[in-house]
């Protein structure tokens, strides 16, 4: 089993900056890709960003490339995506997944959401104009 836990949500100006972190329990983190995707109300979930296990392989939605960064420290067993140049449509909860290893790979397998088995709770990111 595998507990999840994000934080660094919070409100900030449009144009503004934050920083996320998922803290994973368990010794098995590093095996895992990991997940970003947000969820605003009465929008569907949506896909923002994965990493790979050892983080060599990246993947961004359109909305958010060039914009947030997606990056994994094993060690802490945490997982980070840096926003900038945050805008109002970027507001939402934001909740960090875990993916067991797994043979497949590739931006349509990470960016999908039902590939994940483990999830955290979400941090609250709401950005005003």
């Known amino acids: 089993q595998v507990q999840l836990v994000e934080s660094g949500g919070g409100l900030v100006q449009a144009g503004g900056s934050l920083r996320l972190s998922c803290a994973a329990s368990?010794?098995?983190?590093?095996?895992?890709?990991m997940g970003w995707f947000r969820q605003a109300p009465g929008k569907e979930r949506e896909f923002v960003a994965a990493i790979s296990w050892g983080g060599d392989n990246t993947y961004y939605a359109d909305s958010v490339k060039g914009r947030f960064t997606i990056s994994r420290d094993n060690a802490k067993n945490t997982v980070y995506l840096q926003m900038i140049s945050l805008k109002p449509d970027d507001t939402a909860v934001y909740s960090c997944?875990?993916?067991?290893?797994?043979?497949?790979?590739?931006?349509?397998?990470?960016?999908?959401?039902?590939?994940?088995?483990?999830w955290g709770q979400g941090t609250q990111v709401t950005v005003s104009s």
């Open positions: 997944g875990a993916r067991t290893p797994t043979t497949y790979s590739g931006y349509y397998f990470f960016s999908n959401w039902r590939r994940y088995d483990y």
């Open positions: 368990g010794s098995t983190f590093s095996s895992f890709a």
